[in-house]
């Protein structure tokens, strides 16, 4: 597609349970990023792909925190056993490639609302 | 870690003022680069800053790239209502640091 498409785009589900989170990125872009945006707050990172490895995942605030990237494309953020302090936009950017110059590209993002 | 202060929180202008927001760095950065966010959008680069000193424009638009590098500022003319929106700074420390750090943002408001 055009730009980088992120699905759902709202998602609200209870406490203790699992959910994941689709990011397409533009096509050809090797690297993908996935940040967390929280009510008035900057962006997070979280974990950083280039191709389908995933070099640095300190950004992950937990192990309940995991993601994959397959084909070198389509990436899922999976949360187990949410908790309501993960409530927060989850957004999705991709690049060309990691670099000093390289410019990130946003998906819309998912809200992620835990009851 | 690296820190951006980002200001002012929020402002809010009548339609044809000018404006500007700044972000002051803990550490030296490589890249500086200006977002906005519109409502249920996920950010748009406006501007980026490459060199130390640079001063680049967009439009009504412009961004510089402080001579310290650990600054950068964001100017917009002669304001319209679509200006609305949270404006983000962020910057890389450059070298195999991959991370951007982002601002906490600035809210604008256009009163037309």
């Known amino acids: 597609g055009a730009g980088v498409s992120q699905s759902p785009s709202n998602k609200v589900t209870e406490k203790g349970k699992d959910v994941e989170l689709r990011c397409d990125p533009i096509?050809?872009?090797?690297?993908l990023y996935w940040y967390r945006q929280s009510l008035g707050q900057g962006l997070e990172f979280l974990i950083y792909?280039?191709?389908?490895?995933?070099?640095?995942k300190s950004g992950l605030p937990s192990d309940r925190f995991s993601a994959e990237r397959t084909g070198g494309s389509v990436s899922t953020l999976t949360i187990q056993r949410t908790q309501q302090e993960d409530s927060a936009v989850y957004l999705c950017?991709?690049?060309?490639?990691?670099?000093?110059?390289?410019?990130?590209?946003f998906g819309s993002g998912t809200q992620l609302s835990v009851l | 870690g690296q820190q951006l202060n980002q200001s002012p929180q929020s402002m809010f202008i009548q339609e044809g003022e000018d404006v500007s927001m700044n972000c002051t760095s803990s550490?030296?950065?490589?890249?500086w680069l200006w977002y906005k966010q519109d409502p249920g959008e996920g950010p748009v680069l406006l501007i980026a800053?490459?060199?130390?000193?640079e001063l680049t424009s967009n439009g009504r638009l412009t961004a510089q790239f402080g001579i310290t590098r650990k600054d950068s500022f964001l100017n917009i003319s002669a304001s319209i209502p679509s200006d609305v929106g949270i404006y983000f700074c962020?910057?890389?420390?450059?070298?195999?640091?991959?991370?951007?750090?982002f601002g906490k943002g600035t809210l604008l408001t256009v009163n037309p």
């Open positions: 950017a991709s690049s060309i490639r990691w670099g000093t110059n390289e410019k990130l590209f």
């Open positions: 096509s050809g872009h090797t690297a």
């Open positions: 792909f280039q191709g389908n490895s995933a070099p640095d």
């Open positions: 550490s030296i950065f490589n890249t």
């Open positions: 800053l490459y060199k130390a000193g």
């Open positions: 962020a910057g890389r420390s450059g070298g195999s640091n991959y991370k951007l750090t």
